[in-house]
């Protein structure tokens, strides 16, 4: 996940009015927070039931557990509102005033993500010692 993350940013700067930027910066955000590469979609068009207004979301994630969007540039609050309808997870990545690398951004986050991968084998490792210990002491009792 790291590398996919690192190669959507390569050399991606934003400086006010980026917005197709912004949105490859949503695309990362959203891999970062644990979607797949499958589930994120840019301008999505969702649609109000019993009603003709739609909205075009800018990045949008759907999982089987969760969802999320990402609005890009200037979002006024009645369409954070709306958007909080459908999704789990409202994120707004604003206009900068000045130039920023996005290599700034997902350094921390790939540590980030990194350390959690660390944080998840280790409880993995843990899970399996237990589990031999639980069939040792099954095994002891002559449960199986």
């Known amino acids: 996940m790291i590398s996919t993350i690192e190669t959507i940013a390569d050399d991606l700067t934003l400086s ?9 910066l949503g695309v990362i955000l959203l891999l970062a927070k644990g ?9 999505h068009t969702l649609s109000f039931p019993g009603c003709k207004k739609t909205i075009v979301a800018d990045v949008v994630a759907f ?8 609005e890009c540039g200037n979002t006024p609050s009645d369409r954070v509102s709306q958007l909080k309808l459908f999704f789990d997870e409202v ?13 700034e951004i997902v350094k921390p986050l790939s540590v980030e993500i990194q350390k959690l991968e660390e944080d998840l084998a280790g ?22």
């Open 16 to 24: 006010r009015g980026d917005h197709q930027k912004l949105k490859k």
């Open 35 to 43: 979607f797949a590469r499958h589930e994120i979609s840019e301008e």
């Open 63 to 70: 999982s089987k557990t969760s969802s999320a969007v990402v």
């Open 91 to 103: 994120l707004l990545l604003p206009y900068v005033d000045s130039k920023i690398s996005t290599k």
């Open 123 to 144: 409880l993995k490792s843990r899970m399996n010692y237990f589990e031999a210990e639980i069939h040792q002491i099954i095994h002891d009792l002559n449960l199986d």
